[in-house]
């Protein structure tokens, strides 16, 4: 069960994040294929995630031919379960991209029957939406943090 190095939507490409880029990322070294604002540091600290080889680690959301953030798994399923992560650079936000992104990776964990989790602060309105519009509608006990944790069922009700 792994997920494919690359996944395409109508407008978006996500790719794996290299043990490279991680370097850089980590680094603060610039490559000529991110946007100015990439990367945040949310996805320095998703860079920590990297393994060489590791279908389940963030990837670059490259919109155009640019790395505009990242979306990626915390670490391989457990028990027919993921994590997801995801975060943009604030001039690409409110345009559909978000949402893109989060469709396209969970059609590939749906097709390998994984089930997509995410974690979110209940006031991050922006969030709860974007998770809402893209099918998250489990709602299950939060965290000790106080944070919410939201479940997408699996098409076939799994």
Same mark, same amino acid.
């Given at each position: 069960?792994?997920? !494919?190095?690359?996944?395409?939507?109508?407008?978006?490409?996500?790719?794996?994040?290299?043990?490279?880029?991680?370097?850089?990322?980590?680094? #603060?070294?610039?490559?000529?294929?991110?946007?100015?604002?990439? !990367?945040?540091?949310?996805?320095?600290?998703?860079?920590?995630?990297?393994?060489?080889?590791?279908?389940?680690?963030?990837?670059?959301?490259?919109? #155009?031919?640019?790395?505009?953030?990242?979306?990626?798994?915390?670490?391989?399923?457990?028990?027919?379960?993921?994590?997801?992560?995801?975060?943009?650079?604030?001039?690409?936000?409110?345009?559909?991209?978000?949402?893109?992104?989060?469709?396209?990776?969970?059609?590939?964990?749906?097709?390998?029957?994984?089930?997509?989790?995410?974690?979110?602060?209940?006031?991050?309105?922006?969030?709860?939406?974007?998770?809402?519009?893209?099918?998250?509608?489990?709602?299950?006990?939060?965290? !000790?943090?106080?944070?919410?944790?939201?479940?997408?069922?699996?098409?076939?009700?799994?």
């Amino acid at each position: 069960m792994t997920l !494919p190095e690359r996944i395409a939507t109508a407008r978006l490409r996500l790719v794996l994040v290299t043990p490279q880029d991680a370097a850089d990322m980590r680094a #603060g070294r610039r490559q000529d294929r991110w946007h100015p604002a990439y !990367p945040r540091t949310d996805d320095v600290d998703a860079a920590t995630l990297v393994r060489a080889d590791d279908p389940w680690g963030p990837r670059h959301v490259v919109l #155009g031919h640019e790395a505009v953030g990242t979306i990626g798994c915390f670490g391989p399923p457990e028990d027919g379960e993921v994590e997801v992560g995801l975060g943009l650079v604030e001039p690409v936000r409110r345009q559909g991209v978000a949402s893109e992104a989060l469709r396209g990776l969970a059609a590939a964990t749906d097709a390998l029957g994984v089930r997509l989790r995410a974690t979110v602060a209940p006031t991050n309105t922006a969030a709860l939406r974007l998770l809402a519009g893209c099918g998250f509608t489990q709602l299950r006990p939060g965290t !000790p943090e106080g944070e919410l944790v939201m479940a997408r069922p699996l098409p076939d009700g799994g």
